[in-house]
C-alpha cells in the first residue's frame, strides 16, 4: 500500500487569523504525519511550495528514469558514490546545480560530509563556479548544504 497525501486545515484561535493549509503525507499503517509543505495563511504561498516540491519529484523522476536506462543497457548504477573526496567533489561539480549537489552531499553520513567540506573549503577555489556555490550555502554546525 502507498502512502497518502492529504490537506491539513488549522483554524487558528482569533478570527483575525484565519486558518493555515498545509500538506501532509501519511503512511497507509498511521503514525506520524511528515509535512510536504509549511502551513500557510495564503493560497499564493501554498501553491509557491507545491511548485517547489513538484520540482523536486520531476527532478527525482529524472534521475530514476536514467537509473532505469542505465539498468537496462547493464551499466553501474550512478549511486555508487567515489570513495575519495576529490572524487566525489568532481561528480558533485559536475552535476551543475545546488539541488543535484545538495541531494549527494546531504545523503552522505556526516563524517564523509565533514571530511568533503575539508577537502572543498581547503583545496577547491571557493569564489567562482560550484566552489563559490558549496561555500555560499554550507551550514558548518550541521555539516549540511542548506
Not at 492529504?6 to 500538506?23: A, E, N, T, W, Y
Not at 528514469?65 to 570513495?83: I, M, N, T, Y
Request: hydrophobic share 40%; aromatic share 6%; net charge negative.
Amino acid at each position: 500500500m502507498r502512502a497518502r497525501v492529504r490537506m491539513v486545515v488549522d483554524h487558528q484561535k482569533s478570527p483575525s487569523q484565519g486558518l493555515r493549509i498545509g500538506l501532509v503525507v501519511s503512511s497507509p499503517e498511521g503514525g506520524d504525519l511528515l509535512w510536504l509543505t509549511e502551513p500557510c495563511e495564503a493560497p499564493e504561498v501554498l501553491e509557491a511550495q507545491v511548485e517547489e516540491l513538484q520540482r523536486g519529484l520531476k527532478e527525482l523522476l529524472w534521475e530514476a528514469r536514467a537509473v532505469f536506462a542505465k539498468a537496462a543497457r547493464g551499466e553501474e548504477s550512478p549511486q555508487v558514490l567515489p570513495e575519495r573526496p576529490e572524487e566525489l567533489w568532481a561528480l558533485m561539480e559536475s552535476m551543475g546545480s545546488l539541488e543535484h549537489m545538495r541531494r549527494i552531499f546531504n545523503g552522505l553520513d556526516e563524517a564523509r560530509r565533514r571530511e568533503l567540506a575539508d577537502f572543498i573549503l581547503g583545496h577547491v577555489n571557493v569564489f567562482k563556479g560550484a566552489g563559490a556555490l558549496f561555500a555560499q550555502h554550507y551550514e558548518e554546525e550541521g555539516g549540511v548544504l542548506g
